[in-house]
């Protein structure tokens, strides 16, 4: 699941992918909802309530939404800078670090909000902040690892590939199109992934409250140990040596990214 | 000596911003962005007043309007409108705000509620989101929030969702005391 890169990926990898970082971008945006009333990834939203607050010349809010998006737009060049730095060197920390931070954000927030939390203003700004942040790791790493395939947080993009794929669909020559249908079950699994994600997050939020952060950071960290335990295994069995193509079923699209054409085999 | 007559022509004399140009170092774009941003972040937070200290005072309802609003008896809508006091008593009876009609907000996090002359309600009030939403507590059960449309040094406009008598917002205008 983090292993792999770019056109190294198969279906199967960014679906797995997709559906648990959906998952959990699905929680933190519903549960950032019910607690800040400020939405953690939804960055149109923003942008369009920058636009608004600049018309009505609310400086003071100008100013927050504006630092939130620029923290997302953070979380994202650090995600991919990264990747791009420690690639060569280890594939799995280069994919796995990002995410690691981004635990670091959800318990920050957590036991902030369990612990010390008093209901300021300010208060709520910076946590909103700091799920701004971790949504911008989240979604650096996964579109910049499938090369742009997975976007677990832009449901504005995925809705409109969606109805461009279902209305493809309509002709017979794009529907046996393994490649087109392979996208449209991988962008399908996200948006109900993320759906379920936020459905969870306000059905536990009631009893848990704040410390529904922890059980996404418990979501995170399944991604990081199943390849973890995947990298143990093979090297036990010596899988390693085995042609790894075969591994793979298709790419999603051709190669783009200098990194992108890398053996598996080489990444393990 | 005219570079045309010596065949000297060369891109940078054809095309003179191709000169080549000493390369600066991405880091140096970067951070000078991010210090950009950060002094109009500081200019816009110091020169703006934020909410939490705009809310602070004493505020008197001044004005109750609604998108729609059933008709007495035979459950009609009509469009909105300001309405009279007793309709506006019903809206509000299942409100924390009921029959307020003076809001101090306090520093402390407590908010006032006073029908002009005695307190009704002392509960606990914050912002939430970007400052836009008020939230009000009371005993530690009851929750309301309501949208902030406006608040300046005089005036502040709260919108808020009801079904009982009004469809739609219910928008309720507040003048600062001094």
Redesign the interface.
């Known amino acids: 699941m983090l292993r792999k890169f770019s056109n190294s990926r198969s279906l199967k990898d960014n679906i797995r992918l997709g559906v648990l970082t959906a998952f959990s971008a699905g929680m933190v945006n519903v549960v950032t909802l019910i607690i800040?009333?400020?939405f953690a990834s939804n960055v149109t939203g923003h942008y369009a309530?920058l636009a608004e607050?600049i018309s009505k010349g609310?400086?003071?809010?100008?100013?927050?939404?504006?630092?939130w998006i620029?923290l997302f737009l953070i979380g994202s060049f650090i995600s991919n800078f990264i990747i791009i730095n420690l690639n060569r060197r280890n594939a799995y920390v280069a994919h796995a670090l990002p995410l690691l931070l981004e635990i670091a954000c959800l318990l920050t927030v957590g036991i902030y909000g369990e612990y010390s939390y008093?209901?300021?203003?300010?208060e709520?700004?910076i946590l909103?902040a700091f799920m701004l942040f971790a949504m911008g790791l989240q979604n650096g790493l996964t579109a910049s690892i499938s090369n742009f395939s997975v976007k677990t947080t832009h449901l504005t993009g995925l809705t409109t590939d969606l109805g461009i794929l279902f209305s493809m669909f309509t002709q017979r020559q794009y529907r046996t199109n393994a490649v087109l249908v392979g996208k449209a079950k991988l962008l399908v699994a996200i948006a109900v992934s993320y759906l379920t994600g936020g459905v969870v997050a306000g059905l536990l939020y009631k009893q848990l409250e704040f410390k529904v952060y922890y059980v996404v950071s418990l979501v995170i960290v399944v991604v990081i140990l199943y390849d973890y335990s995947k990298l143990r295994l093979l090297r036990l069995f010596g899988r390693r040596h085995r042609n790894p193509l075969k591994q793979t079923t298709q790419p999603l699209a051709s190669p783009e990214h200098e990194l992108a054409v890398r053996d598996v085999g080489e990444l393990v | 000596m005219c570079p045309k007559k010596t065949g000297l022509l060369n891109s940078s004399y054809r095309y003179p911003m191709l000169k080549v140009r000493k390369k600066t170092h991405p880091g140096f774009a970067y951070g000078g962005f991010l210090a950009g941003f950060l002094c109009l972040f500081l200019v816009l937070m110091t020169n703006a007043s934020s909410p939490d200290r705009l809310i602070l005072g004493r505020w008197e309802e001044v004005d109750w309007q609604y998108e729609k609003v059933n008709a007495h008896s035979n459950g009609q809508t009509l469009p909105g409108q300001v309405i009279e006091d007793d309709a506006r008593q019903r809206i509000a009876s299942g409100l924390i705000i009921h029959k307020a009609e003076k809001w101090q907000f306090l520093p402390d996090g407590t908010l006032r509620l006073s029908d002009g002359s005695a307190i009704k309600n002392a509960v606990r009030w914050s912002l939430k989101g970007r400052g836009h939403v008020l939230m009000m507590q009371y005993d530690q059960a009851l929750e309301e929030s309501y949208t902030i449309a406006k608040l300046t040094e005089s005036e502040m406009v709260l919108h808020f969702h009801t079904d009982i008598e009004v469809r739609g917002i219910a928008k309720i205008t507040f003048k600062k005391i001094r």
């Open positions: 800040f009333f400020a309530i607050e609310e400086w003071y809010q100008v100013a927050v939404v504006m630092s620029l008093q209901g300021t203003l300010t709520t700004e909103v």
